[in-house]
């Protein structure tokens, strides 16, 4: 039997279906077991590979000439490629990695910059049956050894401006064996085990039988963003396609003529799930930006492709904001359809921001690097209510719940927690089986995120566990004070932590960056203050406010409060591998 699938889908494999009309129907309608249908199985149940079905499965049907990846380098350089395309690149990158000698199960990291080779070698990592482990291109060399390290990785994707990064932590990586480079380098090194991926590729054959995997085979390990602790490596497996091709139909309502872009790397479970795999496994058409953050560039971008469904995170929709109202009058972006946001909380104040900007309101989902896949979103049909993450997806199961697992009613803040077995929940923490196992509780997966939902069923979010602040008794969220704070027509942003206080156990305190043209004074200190609390409970107004420059944050773009209270509190750092630099 060659390549391809045995089991062909019930469903039409090339209409992808966005829910259309009422929530409560389509949850009630479905279930995994039709998600399953709309796949492509070599044994249903029990074997299915990701990349057979993003890349494959449309290089073999009607899809084949449609463009799958659409790149743009930070010079504005592009290039297309269509699905037939991608499975032939993938396949002689494929035959790479079995030439080098890749085995089922080994790990094989990229570290890369958003370079085509980096789409195309994570799905020719998946071909072989290998786990892929995409490493943010800003790493340094500790942040990169502790990953391949713990990992054991055998081989890496780099290439020339980053290699010298690994090679300060190379002799410490006995595991790793082989480095592919690509782009344009130097002669590779063979005592090293250097081979160069353009000369190989281009002598190996576009023909490649892909791994029958099975539905618990490991496809991807990402390290978490290290917000609260050190980065842990969840691991999923190839089941967790199921997941990831129906919540893009849902949350993100992909559609079959949609032009795609996500500004995730994929340094980053978002840069996979939904920079790859969602939109892929759906057969749609994706964009991808390797340069950096920049207004005009970005909002240029969305009018030139023409850019219908855009997944984003606060952060930039933050700095797109500090930017000011005048830069996106200079663009015609009535191509957006609909727009998602991810990664941490998004303040109202955006919501209100975009609403005149884009034509409609941005859409707030939540996931993490363990669920895989989004888990609550607020919906296309569905009223966007600002500030909340929404309601659960279609066969997601969350509950508020206490510390012994009852549920709480609505109204009550509470432990964040799903029911386990939706299928792109992560199988373990790589060398942390019993941290895994910690998060799995009286029936329930603990995600350490504090809640609480409404009547309606939406979901709020309070806070991490650990960034929830006790004052007087009283438990506040920072999400609701840098909410508040950043209402503010002066305040970019707002970092809110609890320090500690003899009477109060706790106050809260406020790190406050001004939006340019603003400068920082005594009075304008006293009137954020009074602003905010006018606007929150009387226990929950910042009684300290520090300005700042910018505030701490991961590479991907969240705020580490847990860096806020370390410096204030003169403790010591921790893990400060994925800090941004500025
Ligand atoms: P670490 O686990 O290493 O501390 P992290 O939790 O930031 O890092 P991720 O898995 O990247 O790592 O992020 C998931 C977390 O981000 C969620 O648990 C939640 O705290 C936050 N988050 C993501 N999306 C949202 C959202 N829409 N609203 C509120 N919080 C969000
Ligand atoms: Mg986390």
Redesign the pocket.
């Known amino acids: 039997m060659g390549a391809e699938a045995i089991h062909k889908p019930a469903l039409d494999q090339f209409s992808v279906q966005p829910i259309i009309g009422d929530y409560e129907e389509t949850c009630k309608d479905f279930d995994w077991e039709t998600a399953k249908d709309a796949l492509d199985w070599f044994e249903r149940d029990q074997s299915i590979n990701i990349a057979h079905n993003c890349i494959d499965r449309h290089a073999n049907g009607k899809l084949a000439d449609k463009v799958g990846l659409h790149w743009i380098g930070g010079d504005g350089s592009e290039k297309i490629y269509t699905f037939k395309q991608l499975k032939e690149e993938t396949n002689r990158c494929a035959n790479l990695l079995k030439q080098i000698g890749i085995a089922k199960g080994d790990r094989v990291f990229l570290f890369l910059n958003r370079i085509p080779e980096l789409y195309i070698g994570t799905m020719a990592i998946l071909k072989v049956g290998a786990v892929a482990g995409p490493l943010f291109s800003a790493f340094g060399p500790d942040a990169i050894k502790d990953r391949l390290e713990d990992s054991g990785a055998v081989a890496i994707f780099t290439e020339a401006s980053l290699k010298s990064r690994l090679e300060d932590v190379r002799s410490e990586l006995p595991d790793l064996k082989h480095v592919i480079l690509c782009g344009e380098h130097d002669a590779p090194d063979a005592a090293k085990g250097e081979v160069s991926y353009n000369e190989i590729t281009a002598a190996a054959s576009p023909e490649f039988e892909v791994e029958r995997t099975s539905i618990d085979d490991y496809s991807i390990m990402h390290y978490?963003?290290?917000?609260?602790?050190?980065?842990?490596g969840?691991v999923h497996r190839h089941n967790s396609i199921i997941s990831q091709k129906s919540t893009a139909q849902f949350a993100l309502d992909l559609q079959d003529n949609d032009i795609y872009w996500c500004t995730a790397d994929p340094g980053?479970?978002t840069g996979t799930s939904y920079g790859m795999i969602g939109p892929w496994s759906n057969g749609i058409t994706q964009l991808v930006y390797a340069g950096g953050f920049d207004p005009d560039t970005w909002y240029g971008i969305i009018e030139k492709h023409q850019v219908t469904v855009w997944y984003t995170a606060p952060t930039a929709i933050r700095m797109l904001m500090k930017a000011g109202d005048e830069v996106p009058k200079k663009y015609d972006m009535t191509c957006l359809r609909h727009i998602c946001?991810?990664?941490?909380?998004?303040n109202p104040e955006a919501i209100v921001w975009g609403k005149p900007i884009f034509n409609q309101a941005i859409h707030?989902?939540?996931?993490?690097?363990?669920t895989g896949c989004i888990m609550i979103a607020n919906y296309p049909p569905m009223e966007v209510r600002p500030g909340s993450?929404g309601r659960p997806i279609p066969g997601i199961q969350p509950g508020i719940i206490d510390d012994e697992g009852n549920e709480m009613p609505p109204g009550q803040e509470g432990n964040l927690a799903v029911r386990p077995g939706w299928p792109s929940m992560f199988q373990t923490y790589w060398n942390k089986q019993s941290m895994y196992d910690s998060r799995f509780q009286n029936g329930w997966y603990l995600?350490?995120?504090r809640a609480y939902k409404d009547e309606d069923g939406y979901y709020w979010?309070i806070g991490?566990s650990d960034d929830v602040i006790n004052t007087a008794g009283h438990l506040v969220g920072p999400?609701e004070v840098e909410s508040a704070l950043v209402e503010h027509p002066a305040v970019a942003e707002a970092g809110v932590i609890g320090k500690p206080d003899k009477e109060r156990m706790e106050i809260v305190k406020a790190f406050v960056a001004l939006k340019d043209g603003h400068e920082t004074s005594d009075e304008l200190k006293e009137e954020i203050r009074l602003f905010v609390r006018n606007r929150l409970a009387a226990h929950a107004y910042p009684r300290e406010i520090q300005f700042v420059d910018s505030l701490p944050k991961?590479r991907?773009g969240?705020i580490m409060r847990r860096l806020l209270k370390a410096r204030d509190q003169g403790l010591p750092e921790g893990d400060t591998s994925t800090l941004e630099e500025f």
């Open positions: 978490t963003s290290g917000t609260t602790g050190k980065p842990k969840a980053w479970v946001s991810v990664g941490e909380p998004l707030d989902n939540w996931w993490q690097t363990e993450m995600t350490g995120d979010f991490r999400f991961t991907s969240k």
